[in-house]
């Protein structure tokens, strides 16, 4: 059995390859590398593609890595959209720690329904949003800077929101957020339906055109008659939306709200994920479902890692080697490289 589902799912993935690589799709590149480490973990880590069905739950360490995976790909969804607009968004880890620190204060201290925790979280991820959509869209701040004071002061917020405690709580529903499964864990279930609603509005409308107007051009796309200014700010408030979700997953996954290490550096990752897939940081057209491969890419490769017992003080070395060298097959320069090769052979 678990050998037909090796087979299966190589199948699949050879399948993707060749069909990426026959449409010269972006995604190829990431997908390459995810099964580099994959085959990699056939090979030298036996109980990689060990899967155990268990009171109506998978488990395993595939599992794992979709599971823990879902954070940094929902974050990547709103980086994504900010970063094809030309911009840059720093402070959604910190978001992130807001967003869980009021959901567990809600829920544990003042005694508030689950919804209303969670909705309130939420409406807190849209403000700093907004808040980051002011300052760049309006007062025309650089990116950069204008989220770096969210960064810095975010946890600050964290903390007062939490009294500067570690604030534990058990509601079901909250708890299921992170640790729930539907056959499969429910992160990862809640990042495909996010995925699916942004791919279907940034795609199967006009949104995306825009944001990669804005993005590409920004001059060109006023004097078209685009409101980039109201673009720019609407993709800064469904990064923050984003975050708090995300804040939601990982305060869930712990069962406590800790201001100091939720979402901490993930807003490193998220960018990693969506330059992995192929989003060029200058703006311009973007990758959602590449950004989310990237994200997948850099849990498989930590739990590599972590499987193989490399220190977590050296881990960041072959991590950025692999980032690299993605992220030069992926570049121009190389490519007609390639292509050059390809003929002359």
Same mark, same amino acid.
Not at 124 to 142: C, E, K, Q, S
Not at 225 to 236: F, M
């Given at each position: 059995? @678990?050998?037909?589902?090796?087979?299966?799912?190589?199948?699949?993935?050879?399948?993707?390859?060749?069909?990426? @690589?026959?449409?010269?799709? =972006? $995604?190829?590149?990431?997908?390459?590398?995810? #099964?580099? *480490?994959?085959?990699?973990?056939?090979?030298?880590?036996? &109980?990689?593609? &060990?899967?155990?069905w268990w009171e109506g739950h998978?488990?395993?360490?595939?599992?794992?890595?979709? +599971?823990?995976?879902?954070?940094?790909?929902?974050?990547?969804?709103?980086?994504?959209? $900010?970063?094809?607009?030309?911009?840059?968004?720093?402070?959604?880890?910190?978001?992130?720690? %807001?967003?869980?620190?009021?959901? #567990?204060?809600?829920?544990?201290?003042?005694?508030?329904?689950?919804?209303?925790? %969670?909705?309130?979280?939420?409406?807190?991820?849209?403000?700093?949003?907004?808040?980051?959509?002011?300052?760049?869209?309006?007062?025309?701040?650089?990116?950069?800077?204008?989220?770096?004071?969210?960064? =810095?002061?975010?946890?600050?917020?964290?903390?007062?929101?939490?009294?500067? &405690?570690?604030?534990?709580? +058990?509601?079901?529903?909250?708890?299921?957020?992170?640790?729930?499964?539907?056959?499969?864990?429910?992160?990862?279930?809640?990042?495909?339906?996010?995925?699916?609603?942004?791919?279907?509005?940034?795609?199967?409308?006009?949104?995306?055109?825009?944001?990669?107007?804005?993005?590409?051009?920004?001059?060109?796309? @006023?004097?078209?008659?685009?409101?980039?200014?109201? %673009?720019?700010?609407? $993709?800064?408030?469904?990064?923050?939306?984003?975050?708090?979700?995300?804040? *939601?997953?990982?305060?869930?996954?712990? @069962?406590?709200?800790?201001?100091?290490?939720?979402?901490?550096?993930?807003?490193?990752?998220?960018?990693?994920?969506? =330059?992995?897939?192929?989003?060029?940081?200058?703006g311009g057209r973007f990758y959602?479902?590449?950004? $989310?491969?990237?994200?997948?890419? %850099? &849990?498989?490769?930590?739990?590599?890692?972590?499987?193989?017992?490399?220190?977590?003080?050296?881990?960041?070395?072959?991590?950025?080697?692999?980032? *690299?060298?993605?992220?030069?097959?992926?570049?121009?320069?190389?490519?007609?490289?390639?292509?050059?090769?390809?003929?002359?052979?």
């Amino acid at each position: 059995m @678990r050998i037909a589902i090796i087979a299966l799912f190589w199948l699949v993935m050879l399948g993707l390859l060749y069909h990426t @690589r026959k449409t010269r799709n =972006v $995604v190829f590149w990431p997908l390459l590398a995810l #099964a580099c *480490l994959l085959f990699f973990n056939l090979l030298f880590t036996p &109980q990689f593609y &060990q899967l155990d069905w268990w009171e109506g739950h998978l488990y395993g360490v595939p599992i794992d890595i979709l +599971n823990h995976s879902s954070k940094v790909a929902i974050l990547s969804l709103g980086m994504t959209l $900010v970063i094809a607009c030309g911009g840059i968004d720093l402070s959604v880890g910190a978001v992130m720690a %807001i967003a869980g620190a009021m959901m #567990a204060m809600m829920s544990k201290e003042m005694g508030y329904s689950p919804w209303a925790c %969670i909705a309130a979280a939420l409406a807190l991820g849209i403000i700093a949003g907004m808040w980051n959509g002011f300052l760049v869209a309006i007062m025309g701040i650089p990116p950069m800077v204008a989220t770096l004071i969210l960064m =810095v002061a975010g946890r600050g917020v964290a903390q007062l929101i939490t009294n500067g &405690q570690i604030i534990i709580f +058990n509601d079901p529903i909250l708890t299921f957020i992170g640790n729930g499964f539907i056959a499969i864990p429910f992160p990862f279930i809640l990042m495909l339906i996010m995925f699916a609603l942004t791919y279907s509005f940034t795609r199967g409308t006009a949104v995306g055109y825009m944001v990669e107007s804005v993005g590409d051009n920004e001059v060109a796309a @006023r004097r078209a008659g685009l409101n980039s200014r109201l %673009i720019k700010y609407l $993709v800064y408030v469904f990064a923050g939306f984003c975050a708090a979700v995300a804040g *939601l997953v990982m305060t869930s996954n712990i @069962r406590s709200a800790d201001a100091n290490n939720i979402g901490l550096n993930l807003e490193l990752d998220a960018i990693m994920s969506v =330059v992995i897939g192929g989003t060029a940081m200058t703006g311009g057209r973007f990758y959602l479902a590449s950004s $989310v491969v990237g994200a997948i890419l %850099i &849990q498989t490769l930590t739990t590599t890692m972590y499987a193989k017992d490399v220190s977590p003080v050296v881990a960041p070395v072959p991590k950025a080697l692999v980032i *690299l060298a993605v992220c030069l097959l992926q570049s121009d320069r190389v490519k007609r490289y390639l292509a050059s090769r390809q003929e002359a052979a």
